[in-house]
């Protein structure tokens, strides 16, 4: 099975700083790769999708990079909003495997 | 409205055995690829299970294989998830997703509890 390492396991920015968040496949997954934001007490919700297209909604200071193998997820200014926690998730096949996710903290 | 509601958690010992439901409204839910994924406390994501649209495939995870069974009834647009010998590592919110990007799809949750 794939697995994917997202790294750093937490990010400690203020508001307006960029954020950059990595995630690893131990394989190549071509582009399916999708970018989840996950709130304390609610469901994810989709970012980012076939690894740079960005989902209904979501605002454009968010954008998604990469293939094969490695994958950024960019936050260009972080808005209080933003903190949260991150995953990403392999599309390509079977078992769909989640990252262990990434925290975005306020520093 | 596009929803799915999930129901069927709770308490049940080790060794247990529980089914999960997820009710699906304002879509055609028998086009769709359906997904389990679960939440242990204070952890990340894990995808548990998956059912293709006619439920004639399905995928799971390698640490509930042979405990879990996912199925559907397309006729009720109900998901489902049977789950035996369930074990303290089981506990979770357990998610159901319809799997499909960009157009995902999750519920509530549902808590499942393990533990004597």
């Known amino acids: 099975d794939i697995v994917l390492t997202q790294s750093p396991v937490t990010l400690s920015l203020s508001p307006g700083e960029r954020a950059t968040l990595s995630c690893r496949a131990s394989q190549s997954v071509s582009t399916y790769l999708a970018w989840y934001q996950q709130k304390p007490g609610q469901a994810p919700r989709l970012l980012i999708y076939?690894?740079?297209n960005r989902a209904g909604g979501i605002p454009a200071r968010f954008s998604g990079s990469g293939s094969g193998t490695d994958f950024t997820l960019t936050i260009s200014s972080l808005e209080p909003e933003d903190f949260a926690v991150y995953y990403c998730?392999?599309?390509?096949?079977?078992?769909?495997?989640f990252g262990q996710g990434t925290k975005v903290e306020i520093k | 409205e596009v929803q799915l509601v999930e129901s069927g958690g709770g308490l049940v010992q080790p060794g247990g055995s529980l089914r999960l439901s997820c009710a699906a409204s304002g879509f055609i839910f028998n086009t769709y690829i359906m997904s389990w994924v679960r939440q242990a406390p204070g952890k990340g994501l894990e995808w548990v299970s998956g059912i293709s649209g006619s439920g004639g495939s399905t995928y799971y995870v390698d640490s509930v294989k042979g405990r879990f069974t996912i199925s559907r009834d397309n006729s009720k647009n109900t998901l489902y998830l049977q789950m035996i010998s369930l074990r303290a590592e089981d506990t979770a919110v357990y998610y159901c997703?319809?799997?499909?990007?960009?157009?995902?799809?999750w519920g509530q949750g549902t808590l499942v509890t393990v533990s004597s």
């Open positions: 997703v319809r799997d499909l990007v960009p157009g995902t799809i």
């Open positions: 998730q392999l599309r390509s096949n079977w078992p769909r495997t």
């Open positions: 076939d690894a740079s």
